[in-house]
Structures are given as structure tokens and as C-alpha cells.
């Protein structure tokens, strides 16, 4: 495959192949020498028009650790706010010789249009369209659960997993909503009717608005950022009303299964969706996810650039 747009560009054994991938790259994070020689010579570009502190950072990291040129471009202090489009902005990039462009937009479908235009020959990757989706997240989110749910196989058949809060505005839902489903999951998403999107039902997955109904059936519990920014100030109930019915408490997660964990993509409304001494708490994932997202950014970059060398010495990883 040549670019990753959408969670649902992956069969289970492309999920699966990017998963044991990320795996084998993490182990490079545990040797003396954190960097590999495999993408010496290629230049990734990370073209953020919309913020962000994770993703860039990981997929920064991520490329320099096998070896890439990287160049950074933000929108803002860039000829963008000068009007600039993004068909101009992208022949910029092709005549700087991308090999891979990470895009971040704020326009669902701007990674699409840049993949499918002819503007580039370079392989495109979503690092999150507006409230489309956002697939590398899914995968981290995806290898954090793998690592955590006991007895949990290479996929996560039969896994529970709990999504709640802002859906409406939330490209990780989505992703995540087709990713794991893609691998067995069993996905519910809770929120309140107006922070749902329209047609919903048609989903790959359960919907409920009562979160204390689904907690003791949950493996993995999955907060999602109140996107207040995105937001219609109608659709949404008051902070105080909104924490009581959806946010994760200590009393709540008290109600979860053991071995069961927390999730937040990042980055947190601490007192909102949830509080201070849940995300702290050693159940929650927060932390550890950022750190699988360096490992699975790696796996995709590797896979989409078919790194001319061994992943690691002496195990040879097949490009996707
Ligand atoms: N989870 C996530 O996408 O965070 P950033 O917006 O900081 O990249």
C-alpha cells in the first residue's frame, strides 16, 4: 500500500503486520544505539496545518530513529496564512523530493485530496482530518490495549472496549470504532445524544448513553477530549453536568474489571472527561500510548517507505 488515509484501508493482516512491526520497533528504544540505518536518504515531511504536540513530535521522532531527513512544516508562520493553497503548498513539497508526507488537517478529506491529486508522488499519511480520522492513533491505541489485556492474542478478538464522550467531533473514535472491530473487538460507544454523529446506527458498533450500565463490562475504557473548540455551544450540556453523567472518576473506575484499563488520547480536559486521580492513577494508558506511538509511527513509515534494510538485524520485515 502506498498511503494510509483511513483505518478502514486495513485488513486484519495489515493491522496485524503493522502491529508486529511497531513491536520489533520498540525494541530499538531498548538498545544503546536507538537509531536504524533503514530510511537514510528519504525525506519525510510533517505538514501540520493544525496543532498538535503528540503526533508531530512522535512521527519526528519516529522518522529520525530510522535514519530520515525531516522537515517540519507548520501552517502558521508559513506563506499558508499568506493564502497560499494546499495544491501550491504541495507542489513545494514535491519539488523538495518528499518521499512521505505526514498531514494533519483541519479539513476531513484535505490527506485524501493530497493522496489522490497527482500532486505528489510521495506517500501520504492522516495524522488527523478534522473530525474524520485519525489511523495511527487507532494502531497505537490498538498495540497499548494488545500489550495490557491479558491473554489477548495478535488481534483483540472478544475484547470490550468502551469509547466515551465527544464522538461527534472525534476523528480518534472513528478510526479506532473501524480498527478494532477490524480486529475482533466488540466496541460501544457512550455519549450523550448530542455529541453523537448522524447515521451512527450504521456504525460497526453498540451505542449507549449510560456509562455505568457498560463499565463492569469493559476491558478497556476509552475517554475522549470534549472538543469544545469544534463545538456548537447548544449541543452541549454544562461542564459540571457533563463530568457528572459522562467524565471517569475514581468511584467509576473503581467499578471496572481488574485487569481492565484506561485510555486517553490526548491531550486531557483534566475535570471534564476525566479527573485528575484517574488520570494519574497507574491504570491510565495516557502516557504509554504516546510512547507506542513512536514505535507504531515507525512501523508505517517503514512499511509504506519499504525500508531497503532489515527492520532490525536479523529479522526481516516484509513491506506492506
Ligand atoms: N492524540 C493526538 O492526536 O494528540 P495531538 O493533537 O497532541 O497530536
Redesign the pocket.
Known sequence: KRHLISAADLTRDDALLVLDTAEEMARVADRPIKKLPTLRGRTVVNLFFE??????ISFEAAAKRLSADVINFSAKGSSVSKGESLKDTALTLEAMGADAVVIRHHSSGAPHRLATSGWINASVVNA?DGTHE?PT?ALLDALTMRRHLSGVGRDLEGRRITIVGDVLHSR?ARSNVLLLTTLGAEVTLVAPPTLLPIGVEQWPCKVSYDLDAVLAKSDAVMMLRVQRERMNAAFFPTEREYARRYGLDGLRMAALPEHAIVMH???MNRGMEITAEVADSPRCTAVEQVANGVSTRMAVLYLLLGGSEPAITGTRTDSA
Open positions: 496543532d498538535s504536540t503528540r503526533t508531530r488527523g485519525h492513533q480518534v488520547p490526548g491531550p
